[in-house]
């Protein structure tokens, strides 16, 4: 905390970076510091070199030190100590330990608050974006021949769509501030409603093969970084570039063919998987059949983000293999194990805390083709068919859903960095 400009002896620019050395060279726990003008009976003969505050640090750095490592109270409470010199120069170190947990949360509530901005600018955006598509809401009714020019007239009304563009955001942002999301066009039901139907199935889907990739990923890129060039890591590699080029609804499509089409129940003489949906229509509804229903969209999901996740976990995980910090565990003799997966896994999975944290909106979004390819009453069919009836409160919802998501997601990915790596601090 620097003084006012004209209390402070030197530039705010010096002290600042006198402060971040100071805390750079102290103990983990970092204080509080001043730098103060005496008052007007100061000795104006001493030279300014020896009465800066810079020579007094360095003269006292050693006393600095102490202070910045101890509070003599032992506790988060603030105290004072201060430090006399031959000058007009009184150095008080207002000692406030600064736990990581205050650290944290300042840093927490400025990215919140860093966000509120941002979200407005992105709502502004995506409004515009979504009501300049081409076609609309009432395209049907315009092409209806039975509809007259004065009814189509009094539908844009009920709905709004007669307003300029700048007063229905005013008016969607309004509602949304005050918690409602609108009613459908098309259904004329609450959009919070229609969300919170769809979620709890999109949460079972993608949520079940978010946990397997992260479960299957990490060994097969641990693995495989640990044979490199083995017959082991050629099969991986080759499974992994075969995942990441083949698209998503082509591999939903080839996926029917195979286990709806051609493949027979052996007991049954059916289809040996279901081509889609979550239960079996005119039956009962069991865990058993919504199992079943899930294996092929799950495995779909599974087989494209696995292909992904592996790569870069092991290119991640070769590159920590070949640190010099492995290499000196290794060479003191710490246990293979402890090696690999207390310090180079450790650090191998930080850089894929980035990719983690912006998929994470997926799980609400779903995946818009799979559920859509295998009639999954999810999120993101519910996305398409908002998007294909131009559904403009139902679009506007999921779509600032999905980037609130995002933003905290990035926030957590930043938090998850802190405890996994010591040397990431955030002021």
Not at 144 to 155: D, G, K, M
Not at 320 to 330: E, F, G, H, P
Request: glycine share 6%.
């Amino acid at each position: 905390m620097i003084t006012s400009p004209e209390r402070c002896s030197v530039s705010d620019r010096t002290l600042e970076y006198e402060k971040h050395r100071l805390l750079q060279a102290a103990p983990p726990r970092c204080f509080i510091y001043t730098v103060l003008r005496t008052k007007a009976n100061a000795d104006p003969r001493r030279s300014a070199l020896n009465t800066s505050p810079l020579y007094f640090m360095q003269r006292h750095l050693q006393n600095l030190h102490f202070i910045f490592g101890r509070n003599p109270q032992g506790s988060s409470q603030r105290s004072a100590l201060r430090v006399l010199y031959y000058g007009p120069i009184v150095c008080q170190c207002d000692v406030a330990a600064a736990t990581p947990f205050d650290t944290m949360r300042t840093y927490f509530l400025k990215r919140v608050l860093h966000a509120i901005p941002l979200l407005c600018v992105l709502s502004v955006l995506l409004f515009l974006v979504v009501r300049s598509a081409p076609g609309g809401p009432l395209a049907q009714a315009e092409r209806n021949p039975n509809i007259t020019a004065e009814q189509r007239q009094q539908l844009r009304a009920r709905l709004g769509l007669d307003q300029p563009l700048y007063k229905q955001y005013l008016d969607w942002l309004g509602a949304v501030l005050q918690g409602d999301l609108g009613r459908s066009i098309k259904s004329n039901r609450p959009v919070a409603e229609m969300i919170g139907e769809r979620i709890p199935n999109t949460l079972l889907l993608v949520g079940v093969a978010f946990v397997l990739t992260i479960a299957i990923a990490i060994p097969l890129g641990a693995i495989s970084a640990l044979r490199q060039y083995s017959w082991f890591d050629y099969l991986v590699t080759t499974l992994s570039f075969a995942g990441q080029s083949m698209p998503v609804y082509w591999l939903g499509l080839v996926a029917i063919l195979i286990f709806y089409v051609w493949l027979d129940n052996p007991f049954t003489g059916g289809p040996l998987l279901p081509a889609g949906g979550m239960y079996t229509l005119g039956a009962p509804k069991t865990l058993v059949d919504l199992i079943w229903h899930m294996i092929l969209p799950v495995g779909v999901l599974c087989a494209t983000w696995v292909a992904w996740y592996s790569r870069f976990f092991r290119a991640s995980m070769l590159e920590t293999l070949n640190a010099d910090y492995v290499r000196t565990a290794t060479a003191k003799g710490l246990p293979r194990g402890q090696v690999i997966y207390g310090h180079a896994g450790r650090n191998a999975v930080i850089p894929l805390v980035t990719m983690i944290a912006l998929d994470l909106p997926s799980v609400f979004a779903g995946a818009l083709f799979v559920e859509t390819i295998f009639s999954w009453p999810g999120m993101g069919r519910l996305f398409w068919e908002a998007a294909r009836g131009r559904d403009y409160p139902v679009l506007m919802a999921i779509i600032m859903i999905n980037a609130v998501l995002i933003v905290l997601a990035n926030l957590i990915a930043d938090i998850v960095y802190a405890k996994l790596d010591p040397r990431v601090r955030y002021e």
